[in-house]
């Protein structure tokens, strides 16, 4: 094994003070909080990147600089494995280690270390393409992340200012580039093309939908969406509105999936005229809400379980049309916060998984299937065909016209998604070209199965690692006997469900609850709050007002 350049490293690393202040914690979404204080995560992101590439040969490694979602001074970082997956989870142990190292010495130390305990040859060569999405404090990071891979003399590729879907898509086909296995061209106009040309052929011989209002957060994906008409022509027409990346303090500002999924109304900058549809893509793109006004003008969402049903229940259909439906099991994946009617409905349909939050639980759920469905709540989520699936569907010989175009469009199918996680644009397309084939509006698609209302609440407190989860976190274990108490509570509300678990990203406990109305929902998710708040002993001077 050839050395470390412990001197270089160090050196570069000096110039990137971990503040003394601060702890860092790897998360479901990797490292986020204020951009500013990320300095020295970045250049150590880019050392461990590195690392990571040279663990597994030299394959490459993506990095995503963005905060999604979250308001616009947050930033953040996380990694993506070769296959263009989130990073495997004992590698966040080492991340959060590398992160917290408190000077310079110290992180040359756990370096060495994880070379040592991870055996990693540091004679092979590192790969790293990296993106950043709109945000203010991007380009500084991404100099640190830079100095981080130059330090220890990785190869890396910028690939600019660009949504996270678009980085996964650029992993997984750099990786299987003149491979059997070959997901598309590594380009971003590889990107374009790829899904573009899927949606065009699923809507071929379709009426024209409606050209399809989407609502960018003002972040990145409008960057994307503009692309995207010059490849979508004639065929399908979107118009963008909050595709502002320029104006300070916009981005995600009351506009977005997460705006629209939290509030469960409309961003103020949109007026939707009766009848009309249109969807909500978060800051760096890879989450979508859909929604639509009925004949009275009134709002509607259609959230990730709606795209979910819509979704599994139209492959379903392809793959029993094309007489594959012994060979090919579709299922789909959930978390606690899916909605109790969308699991009632699919459960009567389809395998149903819950499994933990966080994308990783998911789509590596979505895996064990031969089609797995997944989608959060909130709009992330995608579809994974299994290789055998795959390889059945564009073998399989049809014995007739209307099993060939069946198949066809299983293929197009396959093409239009981003099966290497969320993408919202990807996933706007293929919503749309399931809306197409069955013909139906908003109405219909809502109709589906009629949301319990629910209500999710934010409840800060000292340590939100006392609260434990089991069951895929629909109960608590710890603190001791709170679960019982929000089992009392939920018994007194008909059609009552509300679970209690600690944020992934946020230092903060969530609870969430639903019920057979509005009024009832928001009373059973303050009162659990409320309990929460107080076993947290919580100053009762700041006891949030609405916490009953
Ligand atoms: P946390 O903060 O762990 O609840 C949130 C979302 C997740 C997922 C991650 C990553 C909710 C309730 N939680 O996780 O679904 O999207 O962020 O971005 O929406
Ligand atoms: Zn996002």
Same mark, same amino acid.
């Given at each position: 094994m050839s050395m470390l350049d412990v001197k270089a490293i160090q050196e570069r690393s000096d110039r990137h003070?971990?503040?003394?202040d601060i702890k860092f914690q790897y998360g479901t979404a990797g490292f986020r909080t204020l951009?500013? !204080?990320?300095d020295s995560v970045l250049f150590r992101v880019g050392v461990l990147a590195a690392l990571r590439s040279k663990k597994l040969d030299g394959k490459t490694i993506g990095v995503m600089v963005t905060a999604s979602?979250?308001?616009?001074?947050d930033n953040g970082v996380k990694l993506v494995d070769p296959?263009?997956?989130?990073?495997?989870?004992?590698w966040e142990a080492h991340a959060t280690i590398l992160a917290n190292a408190p000077d310079s010495v110290a992180f040359v130390a756990a370096v060495d270390e994880l070379v040592q305990t991870s055996k990693i040859d540091l004679s092979i060569p590192a790969r790293v393409v990296f993106a950043r999405d709109t945000r203010p404090t991007g380009p500084q990071l991404i100099a640190a992340l830079k100095d981080g891979l130059e330090a220890i003399k990785a190869e890396y590729r910028d690939a600019g200012i660009t949504t996270t879907p678009v980085l996964h898509y650029l992993v997984r086909t750099i990786n299987t580039?003149?491979?059997?296995d070959s997901y598309g061209e590594d380009t971003e106009e590889g990107y374009l093309t790829k899904i573009s040309d899927a949606f065009k052929k699923l809507l071929a011989g379709k009426a024209t939908p409606p050209p399809l209002l989407i609502?960018?957060?003002?972040?990145?994906g409008a960057l994307m969406a503009e692309k995207f008409k010059a490849y979508l022509g004639d065929a399908f027409s979107i118009n963008l509105v909050?595709?502002?990346?320029? !104006?300070?303090?916009?981005?995600n500002n009351s506009c977005g999936a997460d705006f629209v999924k939290v509030n469960?109304?409309?961003?103020?900058s949109i007026t939707l005229q009766p009848g009309q549809r249109a969807c909500s893509l978060d800051g760096d793109a890879d989450r979508l809400i859909y929604y639509y006004a009925d004949e009275h003008g009134q709002f509607h969402m259609l959230d990730g379980d709606k795209i979910t049903t819509l979704v599994a229940s139209f492959i379903v259909e392809l793959v029993k049309a094309a007489g594959l439906d012994e060979q090919i099991k579709v299922g789909v994946i959930q978390t606690a916060y899916a909605n109790g009617s969308s699991t009632k409905y699919l459960s009567g349909r389809l395998p149903v998984k819950c499994v933990p939050t966080g994308v990783k639980h998911l789509h590596h759920a979505a895996e064990q299937y031969d089609v797995g469905v997944y989608f959060e709540a909130n709009g992330h989520g995608t579809v994974t065909f299994s290789p055998a699936a795959q390889e059945l569907i564009s073998s399989c010989k049809s014995s007739n016209l209307s099993q060939s175009a069946t198949l066809t469009q299983l293929k197009n199918v396959i093409d239009v998604i981003n099966q290497t996680v969320g993408d919202a644009l990807s996933d706007a397309f293929l919503v749309e070209s399931v809306l197409a084939h069955k013909s139906y509006s908003g109405v219909e698609w809502d109709s589906l199965y009629c949301d319990l209302p629910n209500r999710l609440v934010k409840v800060v407190v000292s340590?939100?690692?006392a609260f434990v989860t089991e069951d895929a976190e629909r109960?608590?274990?710890?603190?001791?006997g709170l679960q019982a108490k929000v089992d009392e509570l939920v018994r007194?509300?008909?059609g009552g469900r509300s679970f209690v678990r600690p944020s992934g990203t946020e230092d903060v406990v969530r609870v969430y609850a639903e019920a057979v109305t509005r009024a009832e929902a928001d009373e059973l998710a303050f009162r659990v709050a409320g309990l929460v708040y107080d076993e947290a002993g919580g100053d009762q001077s700041r006891r949030p007002k609405e916490f009953l």
């Open positions: 003070p971990k503040p003394s951009g500013k !204080t990320l979602h979250n308001p616009e001074p296959r263009g997956e989130m990073l495997e989870s004992s580039k003149g491979t059997q609502d960018c957060a003002n972040g990145v909050n595709a502002d990346i320029h !104006t300070v303090g916009a981005l469960q109304k409309l961003p103020p340590d939100r690692n109960r608590l274990v710890s603190p001791l007194r509300y008909e």
